[in-house]
């Protein structure tokens, strides 16, 4: 201790303490902090990654904005074709990818995912020329012949789809990290699409389609004038 001019005491510093100002000591602190709230920011990410924990997918704010373009024409189709039916198709697929040298937790993958789909049965009308329509002279009576009806593609509607679940191994989550398309669930859409389609060719869908092709001609040429009409199918 140090005395003043009048004789009391005063504390002494060192060198280093009379030299660097409290700011300066301050200034030196901001890198450490930056690295411990940059590796706070880096467990949140991983654990919204790979641990679903309640609320913490929003602790960063994700916003979502459309900037997509709009709809570009690529082609027109004239579609000759009457929808006489059509059937809907809930279907749940259960789909599991597996790795034969590596457990589940690993590398594998297992998605539970519940489809709604519709499938159309069509008469195609393209096909039909003069020998498929016989009329009498009279115009009472007409007879014509068309193909049998067909199913259209499978149509999965993603608005009453969704996912169930979907379990993936420590390597395959590391993958969607890099991927352009993470989650990426083309695989379990084509399945379902091909359930759906498979069922409605079990199904009398083509049959009713007929039916309904029948009855709807029937009013129409009646409309017209004709007495009796006869519809019938052929390959």
């Known amino acids: 201790m140090r005395e003043d001019a009048e004789g009391k005491?005063?504390?002494?510093?060192?060198?280093?303490?009379?030299?660097?100002?409290?700011?300066?000591?301050?200034?030196?602190r901001w890198p450490a902090v930056a690295v411990v709230l940059f590796l706070l920011c880096l467990v949140l990410f991983v654990l919204g990654r790979f641990v679903h924990v309640p609320g913490l997918d929003d602790v960063f704010g994700v916003d979502t904005k459309?900037?997509?373009?709009?709809?570009?024409?690529?082609?027109?189709?004239?579609?000759?074709?009457?929808?006489?039916?059509?059937?809907?198709?809930?279907?749940v697929v259960d789909l599991e990818k597996d790795a034969r040298l590596l457990p589940d937790s690993i590398r594998g993958t297992r998605t539970l995912f519940v489809a709604s789909g519709s499938v159309a049965a069509y008469v195609d009308f393209g096909g039909i020329d003069q020998g498929s329509v016989a009329v009498d002279e009279k115009r009472t009576t007409a007879t014509l012949r068309l193909p049998h009806a067909r199913l259209a593609e499978p149509a999965v509607d993603p608005k009453r789809s969704y996912t169930v679940s979907k379990q993936?191994?420590?390597?395959?989550?590391?993958?969607?990290?890099?991927?352009?398309?993470?989650?990426?669930?083309?695989?379990?859409?084509?399945?379902?699409?091909?359930?759906?389609?498979?069922?409605?060719?079990?199904?009398?869908?083509?049959?009713?389609?007929?039916?309904?092709?029948?009855?709807?001609?029937?009013?129409?040429?009646?409309?017209?004038?004709?007495?009796?009409?006869?519809?019938?199918?052929?390959p």
Do not use: C, W
Request: no cysteine; hydrophobic share 35%; aromatic share 4%.
């Open 9 to 28: 005491p005063r504390e002494s510093r060192t060198p280093l303490e009379s030299r660097t100002p409290k700011h300066g000591r301050a200034r030196r």
């Open 168 to 234: 993936r191994g420590l390597v395959d989550r590391l993958g969607d990290l890099f991927s352009d398309n993470p989650a990426d669930e083309r695989a379990v859409h084509i399945l379902a699409a091909d359930r759906i389609g498979a069922a409605a060719k079990e199904s009398d869908l083509t049959l009713r389609a007929e039916k309904n092709t029948t009855s709807m001609l029937q009013g129409l040429l009646r409309g017209l004038g004709f007495e009796q009409v006869t519809v019938t199918y052929a």
């Open 66 to 91: 459309d900037r997509s373009g709009p709809a570009v024409l690529k082609s027109i189709q004239d579609m000759h074709r009457y929808e006489g039916a059509a059937g809907n198709y809930q279907v």
